[in-house]
């Protein structure tokens, strides 16, 4: 499967899916359909279904605009309120993806919105804005306990699974990290790389679920207590 980055605003990533030699495109969390057009347009690409983590607008505001140009599948939270997803999944559930060879797998984990769910194969996770590099979204709607349960069962993928989290994030998440854990040194090299990488002006995504357990603040607290603390602390940091 290869996994292309599109840049959207100011910071977030509309992944685009698809199998080698293929022509077809999986899209996950459009919040603008432009650059999906540009990209399919340019490449001579066509849409073949658009998968869809949580109902926050930067995820889905190009979501309608795509099915204007496709009638593609949708797969989304069981949340009414996300208009034109086609197919209501939630936790357990095995997709077969128009466009991938491997189903994907849905796991729920809420805790920056109840509604949130990844997605994932035996290569890679798409999960939005639940887990981040070094870091993990805001807790706009969970409670601890629930994002905490979330972290750990991401936490629990296979290592080299591929971490494809929708926001750039990372240099201001390794601040946080390093003053929660200063005594890190992965943390510290891991830091090294991206003040080089974002420098250059690249990504710096994926990651992976091992290199999270090495550096990732969030999914190495011990405890539901000790989340709740680095939380609370990053919010206002």
């Excluded at 070094?134 to 629990?156: K, V």
């Amino acid at each position: 499967m290869l996994v292309t980055a599109l840049p959207a605003f100011t910071d977030n990533y509309i992944w685009l899916a698809r199998e080698l030699d293929s022509q077809h495109v999986v899209v996950v969390d459009p919040g603008d359909e432009k650059p999906v057009l540009d990209y399919l347009q340019a490449h001579q690409l066509t849409l073949s279904a658009i998968l869809i983590t949580h109902h926050h607008w930067d995820h889905t505001d190009g979501l309608l605009p795509l099915l204007e140009h496709f009638d593609v599948p949708v797969y989304g939270p069981v949340n009414p309120k996300i208009q034109g997803v086609t197919e209501r999944v939630q936790d357990g559930d095995r997709v077969s993806v128009p466009g991938l060879d491997e189903p994907m797998h849905v796991i729920e984990t809420p805790g920056h919105t109840l509604d949130h769910i990844s997605f994932y194969n035996t290569t890679a996770v798409f999960c939005g804005d639940t887990l981040f590099a070094a870091g993990c979204g805001r807790m706009f709607e969970g409670n601890p306990e629930q994002y905490y349960q979330s972290l750990q069962r991401l936490g629990e993928l296979p290592a080299d699974t591929k971490v494809y989290c929708a926001h750039e994030y990372t240099a201001a998440n390794v601040k946080f990290a390093a003053a929660a854990e200063p005594n890190n040194t992965s943390l510290r090299e891991f830091a090294q790389w991206v003040t080089a990488q974002r420098q250059q002006n690249q990504i710096t995504l994926p990651t992976t679920i091992e290199q999270e357990w090495q550096i990732n603040p969030f999914l190495r607290a011990q405890s539901v207590a000790e989340f709740a603390q680095r939380r609370q602390w990053k919010d206002k940091f």
